[in-house]
Nanobody
Framework: QVHLVESGGQLVQAGGSLRLSCTAS????????MGWFRQAPGKEREFVAT????????YYADSVKGRFTISRDNAKNTVYLQMNSLKPEDTAVYYC????????????????WGQGTQVTVSS
């Protein structure tokens, strides 16, 4: 079992930056791929970014490429999402997830989820 706790979400103005954190406990964090997803009101949960176990492989959704950066610190069992140049359309609940395999953009392939952190971008 893996327990995930996200933090860092808050209200920010458009053009601003935030860094989300997700700390894992319970199993060997460093062996697994991690992902960030988001869900806006009335919309399905969508892929944002994913990172491989050693931090080398990273993939991003087109909508955030060049603005968001995913990273991880295996010593701290933590994955981060640095979000720059935020836009109102980035407003959503952001979730981190663990996949006990290689990276994936498919939310159905992730095994464990956090409870989410709210990011609100005002125009």
């Amino acid at each position: 079992q893996v327990h995930l706790v996200e933090s860092g979400g808050q209200l920010v103005q458009a053009g601003g930056s935030l860094r989300l954190s997700c700390t894992a406990s319970g199993r060997t964090f460093s062996s697994y791929a991690m992902g960030w997803f988001r869900q806006a009101p009335g919309k399905e949960r969508e892929f944002v970014a994913t990172i491989g176990w050693n931090g080398v492989i990273k993939y991003y959704a087109d909508s955030v490429k060049g603005r968001f950066t995913i990273s991880r610190d295996n010593a701290k069992n933590t994955v981060y999402l640095q979000m720059n140049s935020l836009k109102p359309e980035d407003t959503a609940v952001y979730y981190c997830a663990v996949r006990t395999a290689v990276t994936s953009r498919d939310r159905y392939e992730y095994d464990y989820w956090g409870q989410g952190t709210q990011v609100t971008v005002s125009s």
